[in-house]
């Protein structure tokens, strides 16, 4: 079963690269690595996908590494209405057939 | 605006009443799932919907009957409910079911629920 790992939470200040690293060291061979950044009462909103090297897009960039056991999702330059929930997900297996898993989230606070 | 849209936003029930929450996606979307979101814990996947087919159950209780008459509504039966399934409710689409994590999921805003 594949789990995610991620700080719990994170404080920046505006202006500041943020990057949240996620730790997933039973990724499948076939998952794809996803972010989704969720505001208080709201649904998490996808951000970024990626399988392998890099990806950017207009808000942010996904760096997995080689051996795709972890993944850092960067934010640059932030402002306050980034502070959200931001969590890391991959596709996972169990007996139950392919699901996917969220984990806890990082919490991240964008300060002035 | 993602396009997924639940009704009601926030509903009180007592554990002894039948109340539904209603999810319609206009995206034409192919699959359509079912989410938990209890305070200080992960977002949990309940149900999932391919085609009309149920394809996951995530070993929830029956007091939760999910029920999809066509891809574009999703609808989750409650009944007999605990205080401890006070949560938020979410409901996600995407164009196809996600195997992997590799279909895009749209969410929408939700629905409270608290049971006295």
């Known amino acids: 079963l594949a789990k995610t790992t991620q700080p719990i939470s994170m404080d920046s200040y505006e202006g500041q690269e943020v990057n949240i690293t996620c730790s997933h060291n039973?990724?499948?061979?076939?998952?794809?690595i996803t972010w989704y950044q969720q505001f208080p009462s709201q649904g998490p909103r996808f951000i970024i996908q990626?399988?392998?090297t890099k990806v950017t897009n207009e808000v942010a960039s996904l760096f997995i590494p080689a051996d795709r056991k972890s993944s850092t999702l960067s934010l640059p330059r932030v402002s306050l209405s980034d502070t959200a929930v931001y969590y890391c997900?991959?596709?996972?297996?169990?007996?139950?057939?392919?699901?996917?898993?969220f984990g806890g989230g990082t919490r991240l606070m964008v300060k002035p | 605006e993602t396009g997924v849209t639940q009704t009601p936003r926030h509903l009180v029930m007592g554990m002894t009443n039948k109340k539904s929450l209603k999810c319609e996606q206009h995206?034409?979307?192919?699959?359509m799932y079912w989410y938990k979101q209890s305070a200080k814990k992960p977002l949990e996947l309940m149900f999932v919907?391919?085609?009309?087919?149920?394809?996951e159950n995530n070993s929830v209780p029956s007091r939760f009957s999910p029920e999809c008459p066509n891809s574009s509504h999703l609808f989750l039966h409650l009944h007999t409910l605990q205080p401890e399934d006070s949560a938020l409710y979410l409901c996600?689409?995407?164009?196809?079911?996600?195997?992997?994590?590799?279909?895009?999921?749209?969410f929408g805003p939700g629905t409270r629920l608290t049971v006295l």
């Open positions: 996600a689409s995407s164009q196809r079911r996600s195997v992997a994590g590799e279909s895009e999921q749209f």
């Open positions: 039973n990724i499948a061979t076939n998952d794809y």
């Open positions: 990626g399988y392998k």
């Open positions: 997900l991959v596709g996972s297996n169990n007996n139950a057939g392919n699901m996917l898993t």
């Open positions: 995206l034409g979307h192919n699959a």
């Open positions: 919907y391919n085609f009309k087919e149920q394809t």
